[in-house]
């Protein structure tokens, strides 16, 4: 029996290319764990966060189809800190076990099956609550002009919208401290598939060589 699939933690400042990185990742065959894809499924209709949210702040805060209503959610949230606190501890915990139940899910599979865990916590370092999952933590590094650029090109919104939300992250300095890892997504797709690629060959050997 070998040793079960290590976790790398995922991270990195908004658009820097997290869900780039572990979809390339996925690619090669690790299992992809995703906090914020959890906390959509979470909230879609007749889910526990749906349930949760809609006791605690009313069912105004779901949409016509039963859904998170996240427009409306997120107004409330922006100016209101206490209703944020209220909202992340009741989604929080219901992330947190969904994620150690796949992580768990995981347990028993055979190295070909999964090579390795990649769980993706875009607030790896502000929250703390996945590092002790981790084995690794792998930070997405790139140059904060381009991750406006990005973010601005895929949302529309403005780059004051986009450096008010980096400020209210961790610091990119600060992030690096954490990472056993570092990728660089300042160039092209072809040079992150590359970089990535190496990256892949590192961690199947964590879990063939038993380390
Ligand atoms: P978020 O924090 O908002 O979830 P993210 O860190 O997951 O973002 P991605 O969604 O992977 O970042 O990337 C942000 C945008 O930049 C996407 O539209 C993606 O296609 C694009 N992108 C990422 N890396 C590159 C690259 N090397 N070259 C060109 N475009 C890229």
């Known amino acids: ?17 997290k869900s780039t990185v ?23 209709a007749n889910q526990p966060g749906t349930r949760a949210i809609a006791h605690e702040f009313g069912a105004e805060y779901l949409d016509e189809q039963g859904r998170l209503d ?12 206490a209703a944020k606190q209220r909202l992340e501890s009741l ?4 992330i947190r076990s969904e994620v150690t139940s796949r992580i768990a899910n995981c347990s028993g599979k055979s190295a070909v099956e999964v090579p390795y865990i ?3 916590v875009p607030l790896l370092v ?3 609550a996945y590092r002790e999952l981790a084995r690794r ?42 990472a056993d890892d570092v990728v660089r997504n300042d160039g092209d797709l072809a040079a992150l598939e590359s970089a990535v690629a190496a990256l892949h060959e590192q961690y199947v050997r964590l879990r063939t060589d038993g380390r």
């Not at 427009?71 to 209101?80: I, Q």
């Open 91 to 94: 989604l929080h915990p219901l």
């Open 1 to 17: 029996m070998s040793a079960a699939a290590p976790v790398i933690a995922l991270t990195g400042g908004i658009g820097s290319g």
């Open 118 to 120: 990649v769980l993706v």
């Open 137 to 178: 933590v792998l930070v997405v590094d790139c140059d904060e002009e381009l991750q406006v650029a990005r973010v601005m090109r895929r949302s529309g919104l403005t780059p004051d919208a986009v450096r008010a939300i980096m400020a209210n992250q961790v610091s990119r300095a600060r992030r690096l401290e954490h």
């Open 22 to 44: 572990a979809d390339l990742l996925g690619r090669h065959g690790a299992v992809v764990i995703d906090t914020d894809a959890i906390a959509h499924e979470l909230t879609a």
């Open 126 to 128: 502000e929250t703390s």
């Open 70 to 81: 996240r427009k409306r959610m997120r107004e409330l949230v922006f100016s209101d800190a």
